[in-house]
């Protein structure tokens, strides 16, 4: 159960069959990472691979707390979990992921930056910070024709620095928005740790400042993390306005695999691999007789093999036709 | 038709396409309650409320984004910089987000940012700057900068039903010293057509905006000399009607090209480029550019007007392509 | 006495001095006021004329608190008062704010916008919130050089939700840097109130969310805004870092005078109107025997005769020469 | 003289002229411990410590504003972006704050703004772009491009030494692609100054940074066909050295104007403009302009390819200038 939260709706059976589900995308998303490692490895990845290693409980937790029907996810580069969450396609975000042909986004960028508007999910560009207030406006045209969805997005510990973040919070919170901006705060930006990016207590310090609710919790608690998040998204359906939530997770490797994160020292990476979410979960899932050891292992076992499957499938198309580099710079109306 | 400025023709197409599509808002600083700096969105918050004509925190970042969201939540955001000189602090939002989201998503971004651009007012050099080239330069944005009542409605009605993110360059030195008949009711004057708005001979004067007005003023003091100038208003940068100026060059076979902003990588340059490159062959002069002194628009009259371009400068241009 | 203020380190007659300076200099912003209204209403004024009603308590009472030998200002559009603190020439000032021959701009900018590097005072842009990052960068400088230099620089209601206006607090507030930002809650942004702009109860909550100190004041009072300047510039002297003060006051006049404010209410113009910055001072230390009532009228007579003299001097000087158009674009080194 | 690399020669540089100035200091994120996201300023660190090598919080516009404001205080900042890419980030400071500021305050502010530019390396729309020209346009800012490891350290040097902003684009292709001689010790390339790198007698190729590698390459390959290509390689294009570049047409005749960044509004244009106006009795072809399709830069190596221009691209439109 939760630690902090202060209340639960769901009843029992149905909590084991959210457990089961959080469980499965939270493996999916580190398995997901296990297979773009091991392509990297092999030299086949093209591209920057970003491990989200450490955050699968964020972006798992917070994905399940919308309704999929009628929410969106502006998801960032460690948030592989919610577009699982999203009924994302493997083969699809393999393909989208790797920008071979059949791509969404026709070759004209890979990894998370997609957009899949039938899923609702609309992906990030690099640009730290730079689709908050995209996603705030999203939502505030929903306000307009008086729908009820709600915005789900992240931003790093480092990214929260950026000038756009700001402008987005304080008009989310004057026009009181259906937004939930999700800090994770994994310790580091890139090489950077936490002290040189910002001198506050808890970065939900800030949520204060905007007049929005605010709050600090374990990142690597997922149920402690949907919960937190189920509030949020209750107070916004409801018009309550935008929430600022700081998950406090570790990212367990370098910014990308090519980075040997030799700058974190290694005591505070043990501290942290007590507190897997993946391997907590587990446990925990296993403890409460929801799931049993050889059913988890032989879950990881299939998505693992899923995932390389899926990865293999999508190096065997081609690159997108060059043809498609001149195309849709300006949409034909 | 009916008698309008510059500024009531905008505010004209903006009352209109409010009217037809309800997808259709506005937000910027001031333009409620207050109607906008220079009024131009006046008595629209009566006519359409507070929930249509959002009055936004000073957060260019944030209203130009919250425009692109809302557009790709199906709507037709058009976003007001109350100078278009304050547009650097969305720059970010427009060239980064708006511009390559058609590109790679496949999905349009129909907004439109408009404001007051251009000098000669005695504002200073932050409420004068002509940017309109950085934009053009940027992938994925329709620029447009009209000359004219009429086509300043036009073109914004065809910008907000453009299915791409349009940045609308208004000059506000235009906002209420021209007058002109323009169409009532819908009128849209298609992007990327450039139009002649003096035909003549001797020499063409390619320009957009305030510097259209000039080449203007211009003609009428080079016909007392026997040249008969054409001036050809290209009204949007992006898209460039290379064929209309291409044509009008290939008749008077000399061509000034001529606008506010500062020469350095100007428009004008890619104007001239583009003449030097696919109508060489009926150059019988060299092409010519007119523009701003590479400097920011200064205060006090005297600088303001030894910097920024004018008729006479166009008018001496023009001899030394004529004397060739 | 300062009503909300914690200790005062000036001895009696000293104060009485600083309360004699204080004056001097809030009626000196106020008349310089009354003669650029009197020449706008003349139609002679060029440009914006912005008037600083209701904020002469604020930029006096800040810029005092200063030590003008080692400290800088950078003053906003409604900080007149500071420049006479730190000294400034009444004729140089209206040399720069009308743009005329002799102006340290040479014509290429007016108003508050210069610099006068001699007179530690910075100026302005009309962007909002871009000289933060500024200001912040120039004590960086002096604290590498060992130098105890504090800046003080102003922002608005309005203001403060630009994007860098957050970049430069955190940076500010990261690298411990000696930067004073009052945040001058005057109620408006040009026509929009508070409302409108932010939704957090006090501009100073964002202290915490930077790890500075902040507290919000009532920006009428000088003695309480010089005492609250002086905590603070004490607190940046020793290397305690930024501080992030809220003076609320009221614009009592439009955003600039061609602005009719119309959309104030009246009833709250007539509340604060018993709260002018000016009048209050003046019957505090007329009441404290520092000045006499003949003294502060005929002090303000002769500073108003003063302020209408330097601008008709001004105004007989031409424009400047147009070739200063031409120069300086790029510093010939 | 020590071969060194592209980047080895930009740290150098660095290096030397924070030895040799106190009041230089270098600003970026991860530009410390880590080095840079490049390792362009790797150990430097351990050299002159956290005080002059300042690893930023990811806020742009505070990085340049506060090289800005620390200029004004007699320091020589140098400002790393991570890609030149966020720079939209800060632009209002750069093209609003720094550009303006010796116009209305006769004041210098010696800072750098430096970064990996660029595509053809795979990276995506956001860690590619070529954005020179904006800066070009601004006013009061230089702009530098170098294309080889020895202009590279001595433009850089010449930069850090400037009293006025400069924006330094490194291709970050040519990081670690290109080695060549280059002085040790103190080097300095002046700003403003053209370089003929390969002398020719049939066609001027005007480029910088990247086209210059291309126009080289297509060179090689022209030579067989008897074509003698003259590569012009500006260098910088603020101050821009109109001279060397028109007394290369006056000779040749006959010009293609070459830059990775896409075509409209780019710094191309502005050079294809100056000659079509100044060189224009001397030329025998029409001014051809070789760039970028107007595209964001694709990822996926097809579309990257399809879209930027190359020594083949080059090639083609030598060719059709001497067919003309
Ligand atoms: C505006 C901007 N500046 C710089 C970068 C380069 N950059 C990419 S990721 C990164 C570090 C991000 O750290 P954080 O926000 O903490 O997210 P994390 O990667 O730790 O999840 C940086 C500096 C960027 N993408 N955008
Ligand atoms: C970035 C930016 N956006 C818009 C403007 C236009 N503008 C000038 S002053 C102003 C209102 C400022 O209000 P506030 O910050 O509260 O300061 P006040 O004038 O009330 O002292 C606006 C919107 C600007 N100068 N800069
Ligand atoms: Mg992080
Ligand atoms: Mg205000």
């Known amino acids: ?333 | 038709m009916a008698t309008m400025t510059y500024l009531e023709a905008i505010a004209d197409a903006l009352r209109l396409e409010m009217r037809r599509d309800p997808t259709v808002f506005q937000i910027g600083e001031d333009i409620g309650t207050y109607g906008g700096a220079f009024k131009l969105t006046k008595g629209m918050i009566d006519e359409f409320g507070p929930t249509r004509i959002i009055d936004a925190p000073i957060s260019e970042a944030a209203i130009i984004g919250s425009a692109i969201g809302a557009a790709l939540n199906g709507m037709r955001p058009v976003a007001e910089m109350q100078f278009m000189d304050f547009v650097t602090n969305g720059f970010n939002q427009l060239v980064t987000v708006a511009g390559t989201t058609a590109y790679r998503w496949s999905m349009p971004v129909p907004i439109v940012v408009r404001g007051p651009s251009g000098g000669g007012v005695g504002a200073n050099p932050f409420h004068s700057r002509n940017s309109e080239a950085w934009f053009a330069h940027a992938t994925g944005l329709k620029v447009v900068c009209p000359a004219f009542p009429a086509d300043a409605k036009g073109l914004m009605t065809a910008s907000i039903r453009d299915n791409n993110p349009v940045v609308f360059f208004e000059h506000k030195g235009l906002y209420r010293k021209i007058k002109e008949d323009v169409p009532e009711g819908e009128y849209v004057v298609p992007l990327g057509v450039a139009r002649v708005v003096r035909p003549g001979t001797s020499v063409s004067v390619i320009a957009y905006g305030s510097a259209v007005h000039m080449a203007l003023e211009a003609s009428e003091a080079l016909l007392r000399e026997g040249i008969d100038v054409e001036v050809v208003d290209i009204r949007t940068l992006v898209p460039f009607d290379e064929e209309t100026v291409l044509e009008s060059v290939r008749r008077t076979h000399r061509v000034v090209v001529a606008h506010e902003a500062v020469l350095t990588a100007g428009f004008g340059g890619e104007i001239a480029a583009r003449i030097a490159d696919k109508a060489f062959r009926w150059l019988d002069a060299p092409v010519r550019r007119v523009a701003a002194f590479d400097a920011p628009t200064p205060f006090a009259p005297t600088l303001e007007k030894a910097v920024l371009p004018n008729a006479e400068t166009i008018v001496s241009a023009v001899r030394d392509v004529m004397a060739f």
Chains 1, 3 share one sequence.
């Not at chain 1, 189920?230 to 695999?257: D, Y």
Request: proline share 4%; charged share 20%.
């Open chain 1, 1 to 333: 159960m939760p630690k902090k939260s202060t209340s639960t709706r769901a009843s029992a059976p149905k909590n084991a069959e959210l457990a089961r589900q959080m469980l499965t995308y939270m493996i999916m998303a580190r398995e997901f990472d296990a297979a773009m490692l091991r392509l990297y490895r092999q030299g086949k990845a093209f591209g920057g691979v970003y491990s989200q290693l450490g955050n699968e409980a964020v972006s798992v937790g917070s994905a399940m707390a919308l309704d999929n029907k009628i929410d969106v996810l502006f998801p960032m580069h460690r948030n592989i979990g919610g577009h699982f969450v999203f009924g994302q396609d493997i083969d699809q975000l393999m393909v989208n992921h790797l920008a071979r042909e059949g791509s969404q986004m026709r070759g004209t960028d890979g990894t998370g930056h997609y957009a899949d508007p039938q899923r609702r999910i609309y992906g990030n560009v690099s640009h730290l910070g730079a689709m908050i207030p995209v996603a705030a406006g999203f939502v505030m045209a929903g306000l307009m024709r008086g729908e009820k969805t709600v915005a789900m997005t992240y931003i790093g510990d480092g990214g929260a620095q950026v000038g756009e973040v700001h402008e987005a919070l304080n008009f989310a919170a004057v026009r009181k928005l259906p937004l939930i901006v999700i800090i994770e705060n994994n310790q580091y930006a890139y090489s950077t740790p936490n002290h040189l990016e910002f001198a506050c207590e808890r970065l939900s310090d800030r949520a204060q400042g905007y007049g929005m609710f605010g709050t600090t919790i374990d990142g690597t608690d997922v149920e402690l993390v949907y919960q937190t998040c189920r509030e949020a998204v209750q107070r916004a359906r409801n018009g309550e306005g935008p929430s600022l939530i700081e998950t406090v997770t570790m990212r367990m490797r370098g910014h990308a695999e090519h980075d040997d994160f030799a700058y974190v020292p290694k005591d505070i990476l043990e501290r942290w691999s007590t507190k897997d979410p993946v391997e907590t979960y587990i446990s925990r899932v296993i403890q409460q007789g929801i799931m049993t050891e050889s059913e988890v292992t032989s879950l990881r076992e299939s998505t693992l093999s899923t995932m390389i499957a899926a990865i293999d499938r999508a190096l065997e198309r081609p690159w997108p036709a060059a043809e498609e580099g001149f195309r849709n710079v300006f949409i034909e109306s």
